[in-house]
C-alpha cells in the first residue's frame, strides 16, 4: 500500500521532517518527507496497512511544538513504490 500525505498547520520548524523519519522508520516503512513551498509537509510512505495506519496516527499528532490543523491523504499505485526505499529526508537539512 502506498500513500501521499500532505500535513498542514505549524509543520516547519519544529522537527516535524525528523519526527516523521524516525516514526516512519520505526515502522520499517519506505518513502520519504519534504517541507513545501507553501510551509506544509509531504509524505510519501509504502508499507503494510496497520503500519501506514500508525504513521497517519503519528502525522495527526505530530511532535512537541507543532500544530497540525489538516492531514489531506490520497492513495498511490502500487507502481508509485517501485523506486522507494529506506525512509529518508529530502531537500534542504
Known amino acids: ?4 500525505f500532505l500535513v498542514q498547520g505549524r509543520v516547519q520548524g519544529v ?3 525528523w519526527f516523521v523519519h524516525r516514526e516512519a522508520s520505526e515502522l520499517e516503512l519506505r518513502g520519504w518527507v519534504r517541507n513545501t513551498e507553501d ?3 509531504e509524505v510519501v510512505a509504502a508499507g503494510e496497512p496497520l503500519d501506514l495506519d500508525e504513521l497517519r496516527a503519528s ?5 512537541r511544538g ?3 490543523d489538516r492531514v489531506i491523504e490520497h492513495s498511490l499505485l502500487e507502481s508509485e513504490a517501485q ?3 529506506a525512509f529518508r529526508i529530502e531537500g534542504a537539512w
Open 66 to 68: 507543532s500544530r497540525v
Open 15 to 17: 522537527g516535524f521532517r
Open 39 to 41: 510551509g506544509d509537509v
Open 1 to 4: 500500500m502506498v500513500l501521499h
Open 83 to 85: 523506486n522507494l526505499d
Open 59 to 63: 502525522l495527526k499528532r505530530g511532535p
